[in-house]
């Protein structure tokens, strides 16, 4: 079978990211290794849907990949997402906090390591309603890890002027401190 172009990769990477086809997502990148880089760059797309959608593909393509490689190919991919969100790297990967959080979901392994480092973004702008997204998303896996933030979630994040914040925020309180999320 012939190699397909760049573009015909990229095509196809993206109707199978749209199509939430994560199997044959999964088939197609072990013959084109490029496949988790494409699908990265189609997480920070400016459509909403393809964003999400791609951000969901990560989950499922780090899975494959941890399952396969072990879990040094998923904290390269891990590290270029934070680096990524750094300034340095000429660009803001405005959704990097979703990334991460989706790609720790997955491959659960490496929550204890990555956790801390992706809630510690909760005030930077511009990754604070996406890192209350990932911290609600990882609280409800491992409370104890960011038990730290219970009371920033309570005086700060529920006193946001967004909403997104906001409810963010107490479904990560009510995952870390059942109580102080009943409050």
């Not at 994040?157 to 479904?171: A, C, E, F, N, T």
Request: aromatic share 8%; proline share 5%; glycine share 6%.
């Amino acid at each position: 079978m012939a190699k397909l172009s760049r573009a015909a990769r990229r095509k196809k990477v993206r109707e199978l990211v749209w199509n939430r086809d994560f199997q044959a997502l999964t088939h197609f990148a072990r013959s084109e290794k490029d496949v988790p880089q494409r699908v990265l760059a189609l997480a920070f797309d400016r459509d909403e849907t393809s964003s999400w959608r791609a951000i969901e593909a990560l989950g499922h393509l780090a899975s494959w990949i941890a399952e396969g490689s072990g879990p040094e190919k998923v904290r390269r991919l891990i590290r270029r997402v934070l680096w990524l969100m750094n300034d340095e790297s000429g660009g803001i990967a405005w959704k990097g906090p979703e990334v991460i959080a989706e790609i720790l979901t997955h491959v659960p392994e490496l929550l204890d390591e990555y956790g801390r480092i992706v809630a510690s973004f909760i005030d930077e702008e511009p990754f604070v309603p996406g890192s209350h997204y990932a911290l609600a998303r990882l609280a409800n896996m491992l409370p104890s890890q960011f038990t730290h933030l219970a009371e920033h979630l309570e005086t700060t994040s529920l006193k946001s002027d967004d909403p997104q914040v906001r409810g963010w925020g107490l479904v990560g309180l009510f995952a870390i401190d059942p109580a102080a999320g009943r409050r």
